[in-house]
């Protein structure tokens, strides 16, 4: 295949970005999408020029690094799909593809098409977690969970952190990263007595870094583990009770 | 020799005594410390959160932009724990003799014992953390089984165990973050351990965003940073999984043991071109339905439909007609590389054998497939564009786990003092071949329940020691090292990309290195990466600056390592004159090609010392096994 | 990377907790749904009414006057004539619309900020549907319609319509949308209603959480029958207008 590509190329992360042009000439259709910028940057390299800086680690769709705007879509053409399980099969000869960065404030690039989710550690460090101090932890069949308790919280759990849903959303809003692991947490029997705290946290760190939700939807198709908005759902709901049980729990102190 | 501080008493007290008799460091004293970890995987994220929890001050590193992105996450069967909640007769013994058996008696019974009694906590553990695992209706915990074991001992979380378990340990870290307890820097990379005085005292780290090296002192330093199997180039695990950490601290004087045990997953995705960057891997799973087969003559390119079932050749149920396609890691991969390189190879490129549903698909129906295996389908038909519904699966071995790495005592610390080694970067536990399922097992018990107690034998009696200063010659000098390290990858403006010479190695190294290894081919493997680290150090392009984000300068430093530590692998192999677990020499096989251990020679670990530019010095730790017995592994 | 954070948002404030609420942009999306609800109740309660207009004269008085006089007359003989009208309809809508444009308007200054660079290649939208991007035009249209509506038929400003005679209804909505550029305004800002309404009847459940498997796949079609028959029913009356049905 012969290929156009049009990719966008910054620096630094404070420095003045363009779209380049590259031919991509020989690309075979069993190469993934990274094997095919593999190439280009080593025919980069031979020519004198820089590599395109992107990020990507286990190329199998699930430590969530990769991840970049193809064709105006996140993570390219196919669905629930990383970009690093991207084939060229799914494109064309001749196509030109637009290879751009997540767009989001609170993800910064980097360089080239790598940004920094930093802000996604903030809102875990919020409140996604359990606290449960090594050592401290009950025998693991004390506590039995419904298996559809168990499913829903591995559907929403699956998530990878790639970021997809930020830069899908045309609000840059994180709300279905939060409500995922919200929901992970919030689902479960062991999540409970942090539940209402954890919310109110989570949410009101999120909004410190990303814009609102209006609904668009536009999140669940990009992401690559397919979670659903049914946790946004849920998470606003909960959000709500927070506000009126966390003053209770404070009362009770 | 090596003292490997194995406590006293019957194996089943080893860890109790121990703990009560290891100097500890008191609540309000813990504080006074400073932990460095890096890496922040399933060992290095749960002794993170885990010191933190106790009050030492730590500072935790990852290369990654978010501690969650290493790669246990990737991990996909499950994690084993001697629960015997089936009640099919599991025990903490069984669970050790199983691991050590599996190993092909090539590890320390005393840590493998421990393991296995931390096992059981792990899970309750993760449990507590919200891991979501999976559940039988009555909303207990649901078990499966795995290769290696006659019991149900795998918990799991669909098809994605290990991370779910990462985002355990992540997110307790995350909270040790949020309270200020732990210092996370992320995108940062270290490069090299500070030692004075035979004492690891801190590490020096490129900040891979603006290129800046510092140094960062701690009173000790854990290195909980994988294992090496990209030293194949072609592997599966994840691109910027590296050796270096590791590498560096072997050449500031800790020992690194059995580099030459690697273990090669069988049903791998082949590679479909040259330009293939790494290779996924498909659970073993798959061969409890599917036949493995190749043409019966070399060089039959017909599509496998055309191919009748008298020119078909299942030599694994031909071979082993008691397991079948069912036989252990080690021997199916072997055997696809015999087929293979009889040029009965199928696929494009002939470089595969075929893992058939067609019988399974009649038998069981499309529906019960897609069940078992619908996600794993779905997987390959994005991979490859071929539906393992209608055609035969193409699959191959791959590199998939080092059981070698830094050697470490019953406290997992290296043979320097206070530099600990955690999960794979150890070698400790899997011996020549390791269970499926064990990796995560080993790295939450190093991280959750073995290190935080370990750590205080070391560091009681150094309370009211200061930092030592980053101004100090140890500090100052390494830095400097590692800078015009860096520089020199720069400067040296040859004509080849890094990876080039990643590729070439991999090619030496997987040749004669993998899943074979013979003495000459050893031999010839040492000259050949000679001469390709002498063209690395003469014609390595790097292009760009080191102060920015500059990923080939990164990869530059590992490929550099990697070529250093792939002769040592060969050092190793060919010394070892004995086949065993992921070992295998062609001079040691039976008649029918099975592997021959040698343990009136070898029963030892092989622990390599580090010598600046003359041959490595072993040394050995002597292994002994008073609780499991060997015997040879037979599967016909 | 960006600087850690510590300080707990529980320890943070302490406003009333509505205003708490509200702080947030969660808050605002609450108050938009709930606004939202009170609005298409009022959307739903006026269409209905206009459709007296079908129904002709009564002896010499039309229907929707006796219907508009009806409206004033609420509550009487127990509140004095238009108390209810506006301390139960007028006001609080008014205050619902000013809550609605409030939210919406401080929400769409975070999402501006959430991206201060925006996409510098087209976008290729999978499920945000031209009705969701479109909110805050389609809104517009809206607000400015009414405003002009308000003008036109409820207060009868001379230079909006001149020809305007408080309590005749009927006549003032027929020589007001005889008028052509009257008639498209009138339709155009249906159709903008049509569009408000079709992402925002699905939108407020998601918002407020209201969620269930049992219901999810029915708040959509609830969402979109809604709007269909809200601005069916309101564009019968140009549509009979312009058939002479009603003249």
Redesign the interface.
Known sequence: MHLTLRVWRQDGPGAEGRFETYEAAGIHQDMSFLEMLDLINERLVTGGREPIAFDHDCREGICGSCGMMIDGRAHGPQGSTATCQLHMREFSDGDTIVIEPWRATSFPIVRDLVVDRGAFDRIIEAGGYISAPTGSAPEANLTPVPKETADAAMDAAACIGCGACVAACPNGAAQLFTAAKVAHLNLIPQGQPERWMRVERMVETMEEYFGSCTNHGECEPACPKEISVDNIALMNRDYLFSKIRNRKLEGQR | MLDARIPSGAINEHWDNHRTSIDLVSPANKRRFTIIVVGTGLAGASAAATLAELGYRVKAYTFHDSARRAHSIAAQGGINAAKNYPNDGDSIHRLFYDTVKGGDYRSRESNVYRLAQLSVEIIDQCTAQGVPFAREYGGLLANRSFGGAQVSRTFYARGQTGQQLLLGAYQAMMRQVDRGAVELHTQTEMLDVAVKDGRAVGIITRDLVTGEIASHPGHAVLLATGGYSNVFYLSTNAMKSNVTAVWRAHRRGALFANPCYTQIHPTCIPASDEFQSKLTLMSESLRNDGRIWVPVRAGDTRPPDDIGEADRDYYLERRYPAFGNLVPRDVASRAAKVEVDRGKGVGPLANGVYLDFEEALGRLGQATVRERYGNLFDMYHRITGDSPYETPMRIYPAMHYTMGGLWVDYNLMTTIRGLYALGEANFSDHGANRLGASALMQGLADGYFVIPYTLGDYLAPRLGESLVSSNDPAFVETEREVAARTERYLSIRGSRSVDWFHRELGKVLWENCGMERSADGLRRAISDIDSLKEEFDRDLRVLGASSTLNQSLEKAGRVDDFLQLARLMCVDALHREESCGGHFRVEHQTEDGEARRDDANFSYAAAWGWTDGDEPVLHQEPLAFEYVKPTRRSYK | ??N???A???QARRAP?IV??YR???????AMAITGVLLLLFVLGHMIGNLHVFEGAHGDTFRIDEYGEGLRDLGEPLFPRTLVLWAFLRIPLAIAFVIHIHAAFA?TR??R????????????????GYA??T?RWSGVIVLLFLAWHLADLTIGVEAVNPEFVRGSVYHNLVSSLSRWPVWILYVAAQLALAFHIW?GA??L???????N?RF?RFRRTFAHAFATVVVAGFLSVPVGVALDIVS
């Open positions: 990377m960006l850690l954070r510590r707990g948002p529980e907790w708490s609420i947030t942009d969660t808050g605002k999306k609450y929400l975070s999402n900020a959430a991206r201060e660079t925006k996409y510098q290649s087209p976008r290729d939208y999978l499920a945000a969701s991007r909110m992402h699905w939108s459940f998601q918002s407020l959480g209201v969620n498997p999810n």
